[in-house]
């Protein structure tokens, strides 16, 4: 198995490659996002092991771009920040999993190897439910090729119902997935922002393609 280290920090690059190496994985590092992109477009590496911040292009657009050019490796993504709204945009642009530094090595180990146990598979660059069309990578939505702006939160919600279409979701579980678990306002914060992508994406082209599922939660249907 081969894992690239993407560390800007040569200190924390050379433990990930020792510990890597001992655990037995051929190991490549490189310090910038250009080298990175260069790396993951030139070898095929098992699992990526990716800072966020790092010199530019930084993981997130790192992550975007191999994306955008069909590029599946699992990615691991690293960092320093613990903000809720950082863990959605790098999971947006494209990441498996994430962890927050600092992090013990064998939970790092245990993510690694589960992320190489997942059977390679091509992941489409766009989530879509009839003329609704989401792209992770670059970060839009539009319905039948308007444009549709979204804020962050807005854009993660959409995220999760379409790429959990066809079910039903609990308030508990969208607060969980795209607030975290920290969160501890009222569930009605999910009503509140499902009335946002309503009045957004569908209500002005007609459609009602979010339902209320009454007593359980919101389904997206795809084919509304």
């Avoid at 955008?68 to 863990?87: F, I, K, Q, S």
Wanted: charged letters at 30%.
């Amino acid at each position: 198995m081969r894992v690239l280290v993407v560390e800007d920090d040569p200190a924390m690059a050379a433990m990930l490659e020792r510990g890597l190496r001992r655990a037995g994985y051929a190991v490549d590092t490189v310090a910038t996002g250009a080298d990175a992109i260069w790396a993951i477009t030139e070898t095929g590496f098992d699992v990526v092991v990716l800072d966020a911040m790092i010199p530019p292009p930084d993981g997130f657009e790192v992550c975007r771009r191999i994306r955008a050019e069909g590029r599946w490796a699992p990615v691991l993504m690293l960092t320093a920040r613990d903000g809720v709204n950082d863990r959605v945009r790098g999971l947006d642009a494209g990441a498996d999993d994430y962890l927050t530094k600092p992090f013990a090595f064998d939970e790092l180990l245990a993510r690694v190897r589960a992320l190489t146990r997942r059977e390679p598979a091509q992941r489409p660059a766009e989530l879509t439910a009839g003329d609704l069309v989401l792209d992770p990578a670059a970060r839009t939505v539009h319905r039948g090729g308007t444009r549709i702006p979204l804020s962050a939160k807005e854009f993660a919600l959409l995220h999760e119902l379409m790429r959990r279409a066809g079910e039903t979701l609990s308030r508990s579980y969208l607060i969980e997935h795209v607030w975290d678990f920290a969160y501890d306002g009222g569930s009605n914060v999910v009503d509140v922002y499902v009335k946002y992508l309503r009045d957004k994406v569908d209500r002005p082209f007609g459609r009602d393609t979010i339902r209320t599922i009454r007593g359980a939660g919101y389904r997206l249907d795809p084919d509304a």
